[in-house]
Nanobody, 126 residues
Framework: QLQLVESGGGLVQPGGSLRLSCAAS????????IGWFRQAPGKEREGVSC????????VYLDSVKGRFTISRDSAAKAAYLQMNNLRPEDTGVYYC???????????????????WGQGTQVTVSS
């Protein structure tokens, strides 16, 4: 069974950092594009970042550019989202998602992905 499991969320003060991890089981993540999404209370889910299967293409939501960095480690069967200089508006449940895609590029549209994790809560508050 193909599963994604997120970890690394928590409570952090504004300006702080967190590193989210997305671990795969049942598949290797090779040839899969990875996306990170978030959903704040009362708001729609939004795409935060994505990375192509080979790691050459990365896309970021404008509001996180320069603060978040997406990466992947094929050997570890994992993807990561390093989040620095966090703001209260970054609060939400963060999800990782995967889709098999061997062409370069990735999408921050949720409908493009067919495997999802259960999410990890990120709360930015003083």
């Amino acid at each position: 069974q193909l599963q994604l499991v997120e970890s690394g969320g928590g409570l952090v003060q504004p300006g702080g950092s967190l590193r989210l991890s997305c671990a795969a089981s049942g598949f290797t993540l090779d040839e899969y594009a990875i996306g990170w999404f978030r959903q704040a209370p009362g708001k729609e889910r939004e795409g935060v970042s994505c990375i192509s299967w080979y790691g050459l293409s990365k896309v970021y939501l404008d509001s996180v550019k320069g603060r978040f960095t997406i990466s992947r480690d094929s050997a570890a069967k994992a993807a990561y989202l390093q989040m620095n200089n966090l703001r209260p508006e970054d609060t939400g449940v963060y999800y990782c998602a995967a889709v098999r895609r061997t062409s370069d590029g990735c999408s921050t549209a949720g409908r493009s992905y067919n495997y999802w994790g259960q999410g990890t809560q990120v709360t930015v508050s003083s």
